[in-house]
């Protein structure tokens, strides 16, 4: 009775249906969406990671690019008969080029409600000296 139920109620017009049609997509690596802002002072790269805390994702630094990875496991133990799973075990990779102006051993980031969000700081200003003098003129 309760397989007539599910299916009438998640059958193809409903708006919750099943998508992956019984496919494995655990088996496709995803990229997290990315914003990426610039100011004076940072570029900021806000990737959407919903779900993942910090010990889910790395971030490593090599020459002149930044990788970002992560893996999210699902709890296995069984708990009834599955229904209805769109939980699944994910992992991802992207890597950014890291801009000329950045002081790499500054980079840090952090983890909140669902953003990470990586800071690269930019090389301080440098000020050039304007000396008021007179120039001789030969």
Do not use: C, M, Q
Not at 5 to 16: D, Q
Not at 87 to 98: L, V
């Amino acid at each position: 009775e309760f397989e007539r139920a599910f299916n009438t109620n998640f059958s193809s017009t409903h708006p919750f249906k099943r998508v992956d049609n019984g496919v494995d997509i655990s088996k496709y690596p995803t990229k997290p969406t990315t914003n990426v802002y610039e100011d004076e002072w940072v570029y900021e790269y806000v990737l959407s990671t919903p779900g993942l805390t910090k010990e889910d994702i790395k971030i490593d630094i090599n020459e002149n690019k930044l990788y970002f990875s992560g893996e999210k496991t699902v709890d296995s133990e069984k708990k009834g008969n599955n229904i209805f799973r769109e939980f699944y075990y994910t992992r991802f990779n992207r890597n950014f080029e890291i801009p000329e102006n950045v002081v790499s051993d500054e980079i840090y980031a952090k983890v909140e409600n669902g953003l990470t969000t990586i800071y690269l700081p930019k090389e301080k200003p440098t000020k050039k000296k304007t000396t008021k003098r007179s120039v001789e003129i030969i």
